[in-house]
């Protein structure tokens, strides 16, 4: 039972910290911002530069 506890209370403990350091880093350090344009819209140039759907690029991921 103590172990169950133990474990059960870092998990919460992990998951807590994991979205709040998160949230953290991304706010400041990183300055991630829903607003920001990705370079594939920014340097849009029709040949190496264009915008996809997350599926073809989820698909070069593993094919690379």
């Known amino acids: 039972m103590q172990t169950l506890l133990i474990a059960l209370l870092s998990g919460i403990g992990f ?12 706010s400041k350090i990183f300055r991630l911002s829903a607003k920001a344009i990705c370079p594939s819209e920014r340097l849009n140039d029709g040949v190496d530069y264009v915008p996809t759907s997350k599926s073809v690029v989820f698909g070069h991921h593993f094919t690379s």
């Open 15 to 26: 998951l807590v910290a994991y979205h709040t350091y998160g949230r953290w880093l991304g």
